[in-house]
């Protein structure tokens, strides 16, 4: 009487497709999920606190860019590239009054590794009627937003290299 072993699960010893065995080169594009993960991220910076008032990201108007899983010689590399818009909506004391402001943050392009480097600017819709000097206090209130979309933008490389 023979018994039937049933057969060892060996891990594969390559990553990626089955048809790249050997590893070799492999580039598959992660646009959709990055897309929606940086505008999911990001939307979670909710609001923030200043000294004259408070805003928060309302929407991410503009994410372009590209995301990539790259198989090299067997290795596993993450990259990508991305331009940003967010819109932004507040309250702050203008004077003795509470205005309402709104505007937007431009993320000019950014890349893997890159986030230590990351800048903001700061614009004011058009149509508010504001002092020179209220506009700039409210686009330098405006820049604490760096901190946490850097912060969240780290998450993003984080979950990309785990892909």
């Not at 408070?54 to 010689?73: H, K, N, Y």
């Not at 203008?94 to 505007?103: A, F, L, R």
């Not at 058009?126 to 002092?131: F, P």
Request: net charge negative; aromatic share 8%.
């Amino acid at each position: 009487m023979t018994q039937n072993a049933a057969p060892l699960s060996v891990p594969p010893t390559h990553l990626g497709s089955v048809w790249n065995r050997a590893g070799t080169w492999e580039e598959k594009s992660v646009n959709k999920w990055a897309n929606d993960r940086i505008k999911e991220l990001l939307i979670a910076v909710g609001s923030q606190e200043f000294s004259g008032g408070r805003a928060e990201v309302a929407e991410v108007t503009r994410c372009s860019g590209d995301a990539f899983l790259v198989i090299v010689r067997n290795k596993k590399c993450v990259g990508y590239t991305y331009e940003l818009t967010i819109k932004v909506e507040g309250e702050w004391l203008v004077g003795t009054e509470k205005e309402v402001v709104k505007g937007h943050l431009d993320i000019p392009k950014f890349s893997f590794g890159e986030l230590d480097d990351l800048q903001i600017e700061v614009k004011l819709n058009e149509d508010e009627d504001l002092e020179q000097q209220d506009k700039h206090r409210i686009k330098q209130d405006m820049k604490i937003f760096l901190q946490p979309l850097r912060e969240k933008l780290l998450q993003f490389e984080k979950e990309l290299k785990e892909l």
